[in-house]
Structure formats: C-alpha cells, structure tokens
C-alpha cells in the first residue's frame, strides 16, 4: 500500500528566508503527488500537484515542488517565507494505476517566525 | 462557485449515541471522499464514492461505521454507538472524477467529541 513520510514535525523559518518540507513516499510503481495546506480551523486547500512531465512543479501562492524519482521524494519548497505561510502542510501520494486511495503524511507544521 | 459544504461544524455526543454527519459536494464531481483526521495525524482514509459504483469501503475502521450517498449528490457518514476514540474532525473531499491526477477538494471538516 503507497504511504508518505514526512519527518519533520515542525519547521520553523525566519520571514524571508527559503523555506523547504520534506516528502518522501512509497508506492508501487509511478506516483501521482500533492500537496495540501490546512490553516486553523479549516478544511485542507491544495497547493500543486506531480503527474508527469517536468520535474519541477509550480503552484500556489508561490509554492513549488521538486520530483525525485531515484530518492523518492517531494519535498516542497518556496524562495520566501512569509508570516502568512504558517500552517499545516500535507503531503499525499496516489499509484497512476490501481487503487483510487489517496494517503497522506502526518503533516508538517511550519511557523514562519517575523 | 459553491465549495465542499458540512454539517454539523461542530458535535458533542455522548458515548453510545448515534451520530450522522452530512456531506454536500461540489456540483459536477462525480467522486466523493471521507476522512478521519485525529488530533495531531494525518488523515485517514475512511470511504470514497464514484458515481453508481460500488464504494470503496475498505478504510471503515468497524462495523459501526457506515455511509451513504445518493447519486452524485449528498452523502452521510454515520458512526453507531460512538466511542470516546471515535472523536476526531471529519473531512469530506469531492473531485472531479475518481482517482487519477485530479485533486481533492476539501470541506471545514464536522469535530466530534465524544464525552
């Protein structure tokens, strides 16, 4: 069954400063990978997405992923945190063929600190 | 255009009762998720609908659990019976169709306590 880690439980990043989540999965053969944003209180947004193609994804709100097929990673990135980035990020993970379950990480709190 | 809309946003229950939570998903998606998400976890995969077929049932964690959806329309997640361990916020998630590249989009989620 696919599965995601994300190993950090929090990260904390000065305003302005690179902002990077891990994301590693498991999956049996090639992925599709997302990741979502949860603000307190509030349902899950998404962010971007990997289906194919190019291996670096570009989202929202300034948002960008890279695809690592030999290190099986996602990791998300941006070049500037701001304040308002503080939240909970998801990643998720989804075979492009067999079963139609989507698993998630156990989410990474990011403080972006002023 | 309208969202994922749920209801209760809120529930408290005591333990034994029955409790059902409703899920109205975005008009035209076709495939309907839940989710569990307990405190400080990740999500959970529950049940996902598509269309006239057959659910995928298999992440119900018992019996007590059960769901529903009409068409492409409403769907209502029951648990019987709650336990404490059952309190938890709910999501449901609609997409497009089923699976694929297509993301999920996500309601406020119903919190449960269970006292």
């Known amino acids: 069954a696919q599965s995601v880690a994300q190993p950090e439980d929090q990260v904390n990043v000065a305003e302005g400063n690179p902002l990077t989540v891990k994301c590693t999965y498991s999956v049996s053969g090639n992925p599709y990978l997302f990741w979502y944003v949860q603000y307190p209180n509030r349902g899950l947004q998404f962010l971007l997405k990997?289906?194919?193609?190019?291996?670096l994804v570009k989202g929202s709100y300034g948002f960008e992923a890279e695809f690592n097929k030999s290190q099986t990673s996602f990791h998300l990135k941006k070049p500037s945190a701001l304040v308002s980035d503080s939240a909970l990020y998801f990643c998720?993970?989804?075979?492009?063929?067999?079963?139609?379950?989507?698993?998630f990480g156990k989410g990474n709190q990011v403080v972006v600190i002023p | 255009g309208a969202g994922v809309s749920q209801s209760p946003s809120n529930k408290v229950t005591e333990k034994g009762k029955d409790v059902e939570l409703r899920c109205d998903p975005i008009s035209g998606h076709t495939a309907l998720y839940w989710y569990r998400q307990r405190l400080g976890q990740g999500l959970e995969f529950l049940i996902y609908?598509?269309?006239?077929?057959?659910?995928?049932k298999s992440g119900l964690p018992s019996d007590r659990f059960s769901a529903e959806r009409t068409g492409e329309s409403v769907s209502t997640l029951t648990i019987q019976r709650t336990q404490q361990e059952d309190s938890a916020v709910y999501l449901c998630?609609?997409?497009?169709?089923?699976?694929?590249?297509?993301?999920?989009?996500f309601g406020p989620g119903t919190r449960l306590t269970v006292t």
């Open positions: 998630a609609s997409s497009l169709v089923l699976g694929g590249e297509y993301e999920q989009y």
């Open positions: 609908f598509q269309g006239n077929s057959a659910p995928d």
């Open positions: 998720a993970v989804r075979p492009f063929w067999g079963n139609n379950r989507l698993a």
């Open positions: 990997y289906i194919t193609g190019d291996n």
